[in-house]
Antibody
Framework: QVQMVQSGSEEKKVGTSVKVSCKAS????????VHWVRQAPGQGLEWMGW????????IYAQKVQGRVTMTTDTSTDTAYMELRSLRSDDTAVYYC?????????????????WGQGTLVTVSS | QSVLTQPPSLSGTPGQRVTISCSGS????????VYWYQHLPGTAPKLLIS???QRPSGVPDRFSGSKSGTSASLAISGLRSEDEAHYYC????????????FGGGTKLTVL
């Protein structure tokens, strides 16, 4: 069965970086892109970006552009999301989700399998 | 301020039919397919409606989606207590180099 298993909770200081992993299993990794979505406390879902697991193409949300890098390791079927220059408003649960394909642009936000979520807490 | 506009909250009684609206523009809903997600506290969101009106396997037919112009809606009939959750619409938006946009979410309370 398809699974997306994320790394554990992180506590970070303002100005530092965090890297969250998402290991996929149960399907052919390079056929489906991976999206990252976060939810801050008391807020709604916010899309952060997408990476093609086929060729590494990425597209990032304007809000985090310049601070985020999404990568994949096809040898371990793992996707990564690194967020730099952390601010207190980056405190959120971060989810990876399987997209519908690895083709650019990812115009279909069809997230059929999700990771369990990773809580990232940023404090001063 | 979300690009897609949803009512923040809605309530209904068991057995009732409720509709959640999602309003956008020509750069998102007006040009692209709409998706709906159900989110229960402490769990990952669940895909409820795909491509405007398609139910993934396992989603009860009490849930239905529709789209007209730059707006979409999610209808839930035969409301049940387990339907109490947050609901989000999502679509691609081709402004600002393109990105996925979510609605602000609607908290559905089953009275």
């Amino acid at each position: 069965q398809v699974q997306m298993v994320q790394s554990g909770s992180e506590e970070k200081k303002v100005g530092t970086s965090v890297k969250v992993s998402c290991k996929a299993s149960g399907y052919t990794f390079n056929r489906f892109g991976v999206h990252w979505v976060r939810q801050a406390p008391g807020q709604g879902l916010e899309w952060m970006g997408w990476i093609s697991t086929y060729n590494g193409n990425t597209i990032y949300a304007q809000k985090v552009q310049g601070r985020v890098t999404m990568t994949t390791d096809t040898s371990t079927d793992t996707a990564y999301m690194e967020l730099r220059s952390l601010r207190s408003d980056d405190t959120a649960v971060y989810y990876c989700a399987r997209g519908d394909s690895s083709s650019w642009p990812p115009v279909h936000p069809l997230f059929d399998y999700w990771g369990q979520g990773t809580l990232v807490t940023v404090s001063s | 301020q979300s690009v897609l506009t949803q009512p923040p909250s809605l309530s209904g009684t068991p057995g009732q039919r409720v509709t959640i609206s999602c309003s956008g523009s020509t750069s998102n809903i007006g040009s692209y397919l709409v998706y709906w997600y159900q989110h229960l506290p402490g769990t990952a969101p669940k895909l409820l409606i795909s491509k405007n009106n398609q139910r993934p396997s396992g989603v009860p037919d009490r849930f239905s989606g529709s789209k007209s112009g730059t707006s979409a809606s999610l209808a839930i009939s035969g409301l049940r207590s387990e339907d109490e959750a947050h609901y989000y619409c999502a679509a691609w938006d081709d402004s600002l180099s393109g990105q996925v946009v979510f609605g602000g979410g609607t908290k559905l309370t089953v009275l």
